[in-house]
């Protein structure tokens, strides 16, 4: 009994102490099981919309976007074996609009097709403000002039936006104030899958 | 992450994840030039003026063409032109000019040390595109980022400076990059035109045989011989010049291996290179040129943001 107290107070301990290090709290939004599951109803959605998928682009956002969106296509790609999915990703560094602000690292660019007269599905990771969207619509139209754009994120902080855009496939919707983070975490880059609220100081 | 500098004026002052830095971003502006509207907004709100107070073709064009491609606003600027003929100074000339409200200055200027003065006086950011004999880092950097597409890296490849290396500020800004970024460097030519302690100075093997060290390199980014620059004859004619040091197909194919040939430009056809070598497919002369562009965009995007 007396053994099982200390262990209780070790732990406790324990995790104050990490959390005192982190100086936030953490919030599980969607676990590992659930981010799976949430990936395929996504994948399912656009294939819905989209049963022909020789007209659609996919593309992924840099720098977090693309693991969601690597997740999605492969989703889709194992549902329909054999079909060509076009999928690109995009980096939208040179049109952030607070470039002046502070300086962002580029990432690669890689759309290897026209998207000219193409219905284009935009993949996130997490919807805030939608100014990184609004930069990737810029972005987007100097590769051509496609028939119909689309935006897929796996979080939504709504009541959060600054701009006038809003998502066409949710993964989850959240609402969050200002002052708390959502992190998507990946098994390839973080080592598990994971989507997490941290409460700032 | 950002650049450990708020001017370019020199290789000398860039560490080596500076130069990466560049080079990096460079990459990715070549995808921009790629795409159907080669031009991205990120300097929509950046005044620059470009200030040639010596001649240029290849790099004032590539310097706006940068500017353009990146929506910044540019002003031109050729001494001939100017108050400079009717006498103004340096200092007096860009202060008048930047009371116009301009955030960055490039400048090429023919007396070495011209754009460190600049720094120090005035307050926009300032990018040296060429100084006297000093340097030109933005011709080492486009060097750079063409030796690493084509030979995949910088660390210890071997690259040979060959020609004028006493008058060239292209020569010392390789030098400083290669250097820096850990490939070995061998600079060869005539005694005459090497300086004396450069071996010392820059940790630089030194050669006097061309042979040798063409089949010693990977690369050979061979110089103009800069007869503007030569106040004293340092060698009897061209016609020697080029049967010593110049680089011939006949050469090229006595070699065991296959070098990379490069030039900054212009070319004396048929003094420090022949025709059939600087048109040959292993000279990468024109995607040089091409990565200026791209090479020229990073380093104004990575300095812009210091200019509030």
Request: overall charge neutral; proline content about 3%; charged content about 25%.
């Given at each position: 009994?007396?053994?099982?107290?200390?262990?209780?107070?070790?732990?406790?301990?324990?995790?104050?102490?990490?959390?005192?290090?982190?100086n936030q709290y953490l919030k599980s939004i969607l676990s590992e099981q659930q981010l799976a599951?949430?990936?395929?109803?996504?994948?399912?959605?656009?294939?819905?919309?989209?049963?022909?998928?020789?007209?659609?682009?996919?593309?992924?956002?840099?720098?977090?976007?693309?693991?969601?969106?690597?997740?999605?296509?492969?989703?889709?790609?194992?549902?329909?074996?054999?079909?060509?999915?076009?999928?690109?990703?995009?980096?939208?560094?040179?049109?952030?609009?607070?470039?002046?602000?502070?300086?962002?690292?580029?990432?690669?660019?890689?759309?290897?097709?026209?998207?000219?007269?193409?219905?284009?599905?935009?993949?996130?990771?997490?919807?805030?403000?939608?100014?990184?969207?609004?930069?990737?619509?810029?972005?987007?139209?100097?590769?051509?002039?496609?028939?119909?754009?689309?935006?897929?994120?796996?979080?939504?902080?709504?009541?959060?936006?600054?701009?006038?855009?809003?998502?066409?496939?949710?993964?989850?919707?959240?609402?969050?104030?200002?002052?708390?983070?959502?992190?998507?975490?990946?098994?390839?880059?973080?080592?598990?899958?994971?989507?997490?609220?941290?409460?700032?100081? | 992450?950002?650049?450990?500098?708020?001017?370019?004026?020199?290789?000398?002052?860039?560490?080596?994840?500076?130069?990466?830095?560049?080079?990096?971003?460079?990459?990715?502006?070549?995808?921009?030039?790629?795409?159907?509207?080669?031009?991205?907004?990120?300097?929509?709100?950046?005044?620059?003026?470009?200030?040639?107070?010596?001649?240029?073709?290849?790099?004032?064009?590539?310097?706006?063409?940068?500017?353009?491609?990146?929506?910044?606003?540019?002003?031109?600027?050729?001494?001939?032109?100017?108050?400079?003929?009717?006498?103004?100074?340096?200092?007096?000339?860009?202060?008048?000019?930047?009371?116009?409200?301009?955030?960055?200055?490039?400048?090429?200027?023919?007396?070495?040390?011209?754009?460190?003065?600049?720094?120090?006086?005035?307050?926009?950011?300032?990018?040296?595109?060429?100084?006297?004999?000093?340097?030109?880092?933005?011709?080492?950097?486009?060097?750079?980022?063409?030796?690493?597409?084509?030979?995949?890296?910088?660390?210890?490849?071997?690259?040979?400076?060959?020609?004028?290396?006493?008058?060239?500020?292209?020569?010392?800004?390789?030098?400083?990059?290669?250097?820096?970024?850990?490939?070995?460097?061998?600079?060869?030519?005539?005694?005459?035109?090497?300086?004396?302690?450069?071996?010392?100075?820059?940790?630089?093997?030194?050669?006097?045989?061309?042979?040798?060290?063409?089949?010693?390199?990977?690369?050979?980014?061979?110089?103009?011989?800069?007869?503007?620059?030569?106040?004293?004859?340092?060698?009897?004619?061209?016609?020697?010049?080029?049967?010593?040091?110049?680089?011939?197909?006949?050469?090229?194919?006595?070699?065991?291996?296959?070098?990379?040939?490069?030039?900054?430009?212009?070319?004396?056809?048929?003094?420090?290179?022949?025709?059939?070598?600087?048109?040959?497919?292993?000279?990468?002369?024109?995607?040089?040129?091409?990565?200026?562009?791209?090479?020229?965009?990073?380093?104004?995007?990575?300095?812009?943001?210091?200019?509030?």
């Open positions: 009994m007396i053994n099982q107290r200390e262990f209780f107070f070790k732990a406790l301990f324990e995790g104050l102490c990490y959390f005192y290090r982190n599951i949430t990936i395929k109803r996504l994948a399912h959605q656009i294939l819905e919309n989209n049963t022909d998928l020789v007209n659609t682009v996919l593309i992924g956002l840099q720098p977090r976007g693309i693991y969601i969106s690597d997740r999605i296509v492969s989703a889709i790609k194992k549902e329909f074996p054999g079909v060509a999915v076009h999928y690109g990703k995009l980096d939208i560094t040179f049109y952030r609009d607070d470039i002046r602000k502070s300086l962002h690292i580029a990432n690669q660019t890689d759309i290897p097709f026209s998207i000219e007269t193409k219905k284009v599905i935009l993949i996130d990771d997490v919807l805030y403000t939608g100014r990184t969207i609004r930069a990737a619509l810029d972005a987007l139209l100097d590769f051509g002039r496609p028939e119909k754009v689309e935006l897929c994120v796996l979080i939504d902080r709504r009541f959060s936006r600054q701009l006038p855009i809003q998502p066409d496939y949710v993964g989850k919707s959240i609402d969050s104030i200002i002052s708390q983070k959502v992190r998507v975490l990946w098994k390839d880059k973080d080592g598990k899958d994971e989507v997490v609220i941290l409460d700032g100081e | 992450m950002q650049l450990s500098t708020r001017h370019l004026l020199g290789i000398k002052d860039l560490t080596s994840t500076d130069i990466s830095l560049i080079l990096q971003t460079a990459e990715q502006f070549k995808e921009v030039l790629q795409r159907p509207v080669k031009k991205v907004p990120s300097l929509r709100d950046v005044v620059i003026v470009n200030l040639f107070f010596e001649n240029s073709t290849r790099t004032r064009i590539s310097f706006e063409l940068a500017e353009k491609r990146l929506s910044a606003d540019t002003i031109s600027f050729t001494a001939s032109s100017s108050s400079v003929s009717k006498g103004e100074t340096l200092l007096d000339t860009v202060n008048n000019i930047l009371s116009m409200e301009v955030d960055m200055v490039v400048m090429r200027h023919s007396a070495s040390g011209a754009p460190h003065f600049l720094a120090k006086h005035i307050p926009a950011a300032i990018i040296n595109a060429g100084d006297g004999i000093n340097e030109h880092p933005t011709q080492g950097l486009l060097d750079a980022l063409s030796i690493k597409e084509k030979i995949g890296k910088l660390e210890g490849t071997k690259i040979a400076i060959i020609g004028d290396i006493m008058h060239s500020r292209v020569a010392q800004s390789n030098i400083y990059l290669l250097k820096k970024m850990g490939a070995e460097v061998t600079v060869c030519g005539p005694p005459t035109l090497i300086p004396k302690y450069i071996a010392e100075a820059l940790q630089v093997n030194v050669s006097y045989n061309l042979k040798e060290t063409l089949e010693w390199c990977d690369v050979a980014n061979v110089l103009r011989i800069q007869l503007e620059r030569q106040n004293q004859v340092l060698f009897s004619s061209l016609r020697e010049y080029n049967l010593a040091y110049g680089i011939s197909r006949k050469l090229l194919d006595s070699l065991h291996k296959e070098i990379v040939i490069m030039h900054p430009g212009p070319i004396n056809r048929g003094v420090e290179l022949d025709s059939d070598v600087a048109d040959s497919k292993q000279s990468i002369i024109l995607q040089q040129v091409e990565n200026g562009v791209a090479v020229r965009m990073a380093v104004l995007y990575l300095l812009s943001n210091r200019t509030n």
